[in-house]
């Protein structure tokens, strides 16, 4: 291999110590990540005209059973290791294995059985997240960096990520380079690159709510199909392509899909997107009004 110009070099250390207690730099990372898309979902919904509380519920059952999903999704896939470790490898959500894609599906099946008992607007909410949702994956990758996981092939240019875990190594099937593709770091820029386009999207143009969200998903399904040719972490494909290269398909034609139903002009959804008690209290204001004396 050619003689470096560079490198990225690995952290020197993915947990410290606070007295008797270990803390775990990926878990301190997806408790900011989660925190952000919370906030940040929070705040577009009620700027949207949507009703606080409604996204409050919604975002937070979303992280709950989202969470769930995206372990399953990662436990699902690596059987074996409970074979090895017993069952505590489950929970060891510390060590990382988060899969987005079952993040998305069952925080989504959240979402939607939230706002529907709320009367709240999905579309609304879809635009709402369409922020919080990258801002926090450009967080999250930042775990996988100090984790020295889900890395790419090896690599000689200048930024290549050098991974001194040599377990990590060999569990990739290469035990003998010591510089790889930072595929977290490309993800993580991308995603950067998401939050300031739909910013600038928003500013803009005049979309029905939920094309914003759909520009998220054909985005993030790019890159994530591109980086999944390079990561080492999986070694089930199907035609070259990794089961999460093929979700990341499904993901983007999803988006054209979507962005495509979404067509047309803007209309007044804001007004639709409250939900919660007083929007039942004020049908009940209108029926009471209309009713003959």
Do not use: C
Not at 48 to 64: I, K, L, P, Q, T
């Amino acid at each position: 291999m050619a003689a470096l110009l560079a490198s990225i070099p690995s952290p020197s250390f993915n947990t410290f110590d606070i007295g008797p207690l270990t803390l775990h730099v990926y878990g301190i990372l997806m408790g900011l990540a989660v925190a952000t898309a919370y906030i940040l979902t929070v705040t577009r919904y009620e700027r949207f005209g949507g009703d606080r509380s409604v996204a409050e519920r919604a975002a937070f059952w979303a992280v709950v059973i989202g969470f769930v999903g995206a372990r399953l999704g990662y436990v699902a896939t690596h059987t074996h290791r409970i074979a090895e470790e017993g069952w505590l490898f489950v929970v060891k959500i510390w060590e990382g294995g988060n899969v987005l894609f079952g993040g998305l599906v069952f925080g989504t099946a959240a979402v939607l059985w939230v706002l529907r008992r709320s009367r709240g607007s999905f579309p609304t909410f879809l635009d709402a997240i369409a922020i919080g949702l990258p801002a926090a994956q450009a967080i999250g990758r930042w775990g996988n960096y100090f984790n020295q996981e889900l890395f790419g092939t090896p690599t000689d240019l200048p930024w290549g990520l050098e991974i001194t875990n040599q377990s990590q190594r060999i569990a990739a099937g290469y035990p003998d380079a010591t510089t790889f593709h930072p595929t977290f770091l490309y993800e993580m820029l991308w995603n950067v690159g998401i939050v300031a386009l739909i910013l600038w999207l928003e500013k803009r143009v005049s979309w029905r709510r939920g094309r914003l969200f759909s520009i998220y998903m054909m985005l993030y399904g790019v890159i994530r199909f591109l980086t999944e040719l390079i990561r080492t972490d999986t070694t089930f494909r199907i035609l070259g392509v990794s089961r999460n290269g093929w979700l990341a398909v499904a993901l983007f034609l999803g988006g054209v899909a979507l962005f495509w139903w979404l067509r047309g002009p803007r209309e007044d959804e804001e007004a639709g997107a409250g939900g919660g008690e007083g929007a039942d209290a004020d049908d009940d204001a209108e029926r009471r009004e209309a009713a003959p004396e």
